[in-house]
């Protein structure tokens, strides 16, 4: 046995609020909670009790990178004021200073009835303890005080409590509970993490669910004291399922709020694999009995099976024939070739096409360009979906044709003009993507693969390029935005009263963000629920209502009958102009697109626009001239993009967007909250001008109404 010691080099939690200019720092947010100093990552331990919620995270208290991971703490009554309590596990070290234990994610639960034999006495009975599950990750090989002979690498399951309400904590000696991933899976003992714990009220049984990141399997375990657990049932993969699954969770919701009908959602990070480069949330609704989940059918999908009545425009199986044979024309060093047989793809682990034959760039490593452009066709159905992967390197108006133009992306063109685009995901691993075409049905179109890059991963696979009247399934997505990851709900809420908090961050860039003494901010606390919407059942988000006891009275309110074509000046005077909540309601007139222009300055070189595209029919954020983005590190840059949600709706509907601009995000919902994109930006402080803005016509019945939002750290 060795002995312990703390790695925090110096504590100093609570220093700010001494310091006058508390979280005044450029870029710091104002209504979202971040750490005082140094590094966060993932929401942990989530739980409501006696009135306070408890937000634990994951935290480095020895700087601002990732490292001695900890569970930093916080407090709030409202979700939206925070008040930081002292570091709760403190990773640990042996005397010479090696990591022995840092505490990864996990989830806390309040043991109301003891089953943990935690409790202490107390004059008037005994103490409720609040019981932290997390993965121990054990740097360094050693035994731990239990016993348990621990390899270097290895991931297991521990538990510490606390009898006062999460201030002080003990680890538990038998630690850790669940050593091992179970028979079959026992190479995976460095990749079994991240336990989400519930209580089940119909089994009397506590459930955790925990991944096996590289394997994407969730295991689903059962205990009634905490302590020892029994492997129920496995889950896994579906759907997004190219990629590590971290942070799983588990829980009920109302089915369109009827009390009598309920399903279980299980929500799970993934990265890589997100469904924009790297870090992504997706769901899956289900059904879960206390031992084993059972996805709906309709919310899972194959992705060899393509929608019924679809017409395969080119499945780029004729490996024999050059794109000219197809009826296709290429340029530059594409000329004379054509489809190829993916086996033959020289890339590391290229995987998900259909079929063996694969349109690709990658020929003799990335320095192949060129363009490969479809025949024209006309447009008959109200999708095209396709299969797709490679390097991010997105389609950008503003460089398309210029010097500057690196992309590597496949387009549909429309009338001369690119209407949809989509880069790769900086991934071998084909997906499926989906356009909605209906506002083009009728018109003339081509597709074009572009690659004008030969730079690292400057390639793209296309697969299966289809037609039909309903997109091809994909993942659920939680939120459309790069930058909403690891997100769990919290425990102790009743059902019709879930809330989620995610880390707005993506692993891709996190640790290089140019934010001064502390990284990362968590997301707006979000209430979750289920609704059925065109006849799916999908989850839906609202921020919490507290939030508006930030907002300032309306600062802006103008409605149009017709919104023309153009830009229109929004005032909204300072500081609000880069903090506040804008809700925007339009109907459809003769434009294409309706939005609003965020923190952009005088000569327009910065600007955020939020948007939706009436004939692409989708919600969007682009943030391609957002600031600054140089600090990306990754070859493709991942960063700079327009990320899209699909909602259809007809041209009679009165469509809302509700915008959460802070210092240093945006985050968009839709009025019902099937659409969420979350999103950071790092604009210069004088770019703050606000602009409405029509596209190719008018908008009808616009209104829009500005309320600056407060600091919640004053
Ligand atoms: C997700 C994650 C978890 C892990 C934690 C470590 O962001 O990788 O899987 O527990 O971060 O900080």
Redesign the pocket.
């Known amino acids: 046995m060795v002995a312990l010691a703390t790695c925090v080099f110096a504590v100093l939690v609570g220093f700010g609020h001494l310091a006058r200019a508390y979280y005044t720092e450029e870029y710091r947010p104002q209504f979202h909670f971040s750490p005082e100093m140094n590094w966060m ?2 929401p942990n331990g989530l739980v409501y009790h006696d009135g306070e919620y408890h937000l634990f995270y ?1 935290y480095n208290p020895n700087g601002t990178t ?1 490292g001695f ?1 900890s569970w930093g703490h916080a407090v709030s009554t409202d979700l939206v004021h925070w008040e930081h309590l002292p570091i709760a596990l403190e990773c640990e070290s042996d005397s010479t200073g090696n990591v022995l234990e840092m505490f ?2 996990g989830s806390a639960v309040v043991d109301v009835d003891n089953t943990s034999g935690f409790a202490v006495k107390t004059k008037k009975g005994h103490t409720t303890p609040m019981v932290a599950i997390y ?1 121990s990750n054990y740097p360094t090989a050693h035994t731990e005080p239990g016993g348990a002979v621990i390899r270097e690498g290895q991931q297991s399951q521990s538990i510490a409590y606390s009898n006062d309400n999460g201030l002080s904590w003990t680890q538990y000696e038998g630690n850790p509970v669940i050593e091992s991933p179970p028979p079959g899976y026992e190479d995976q003992w460095n990749q079994f ?2 336990p989400y714990v519930f209580w089940h009220k119909q089994t009397s049984k506590w459930i955790m669910v925990a991944f096996l ?1 590289m394997k994407q399997k969730l295991l689903i375990y059962s205990s009634t004291n905490l302590k020892n657990w029994s492997l129920e049932s496995l889950f896994g993969p579906e759907n997004a399922r190219f990629g590590q699954w ?2 799983p969770s588990l829980f009920p919701l109302y089915v369109d709020g009827q009390i009598s009908n309920q399903k279980w959602v299980l929500m799970m ?1 993934i990265n890589p694999g997100g469904l924009v480069p790297a870090s992504g949330t997706q769901y899956i609704i289900g059904e879960f009995d206390g031992s084993t989940f059972v996805p709906d059918q309709a919310d899972i999908y194959d992705p060899t099976q393509i929608p019924s009545g679809s017409i395969v425009f080119q499945d780029f199986e004729s490996t024999t024939s050059t794109f000219e044979d197809l009826g296709w024309t290429a340029t530059g060093d594409f000329v004379g070739l054509g489809p190829r047989q993916a086996s033959t793809v020289d890339v590391w682990d290229i995987r998900g096409y259909l079929g063996t034959g694969v349109f690709t760039t990658y020929l003799f490593g990335d320095i192949a360009t060129g363009t490969v452009t479809s025949p024209t066709f006309t447009i008959t159905k109200d999708y095209i979906s396709f299969m797709i992967a490679g390097g991010s390197y997105p389609y950008n108006p503003l460089t398309a044709g210029t010097p500057d133009d690196n992309q590597v992306s496949f387009s549909l063109v429309v009338n001369g003009e690119i209407v949809h685009s989509q880069t790769g995901g900086n991934s071998e691993a084909l997906v499926w993507r989906s356009w909605n075409v209906a506002g083009y049905v009728g018109q003339d179109a081509h597709l074009v693969i572009t690659d004008v890059n030969t730079g690292p991963f400057a390639h793209i696979h296309v697969d299966e390029i289809i037609f039909s009247d309903t997109p091809k399934d994909e993942a659920n997505w939680v939120d459309y935005g790069p930058d909403y ?2 997100a769990v709900p919290f425990n102790g809420l009743p059902t019709g009263d879930r809330v989620a908090i995610g880390w707005m961050n993506n692993w891709a860039y996190a640790q290089n963000i140019p934010t001064t003494t502390w990284r990362s901010a968590m997301s707006i606390p979000r209430k979750m629920s289920l609704k059925t919407i065109n006849n799916k059942l999908k989850l839906v988000q609202q921020p919490v209502s507290t939030l508006s006891s930030l907002y300032t009275r309306t600062l802006y309110s103008r409605t149009y009958k017709s919104l023309l074509s153009g830009q229109t000046n929004v005032p909204v005077p300072a500081p609000y102009n880069t903090r506040m909540k804008l809700t925007l309601k339009f109907s459809r007139g003769t434009g294409s697109q309706v939005g609003v222009i965020l923190r952009s300055n005088s000569t327009n070189s910065q600007e955020t626009v939020v948007g939706y595209d009436f004939l692409g029919q989708y919600v969007f954020v682009d943030r391609f001239k957002s600031g600054d983005n140089a600090f990306v590190t990754w070859q493709p840059n991942p960063y700079p993009g327009r990320f899209v949600a699909t909602m259809p709706t007809k041209p009679t509907d009165l469509i809302t967007l509700n915008i959460f601009l802070d210092s240093s995000s945006v985050e968009v919902f839709d009025g019902l909250g099937q659409v969420a994109i979350t999103s950071q930006i790092f604009p210069l402080d004088d770019s703050a001008d606000v602009k409405l803005y029509s596209v190719g016509g008018t908008a009808r019945s616009v209104s829009v109404v500005v309320n600056g939002v407060k600091s919640a750290w004053t």
């Open positions: 990552n993932d994951q990732w991971m990864f994610s993965t993490r991240d990141a971290e942070c990070a990851y690891a």
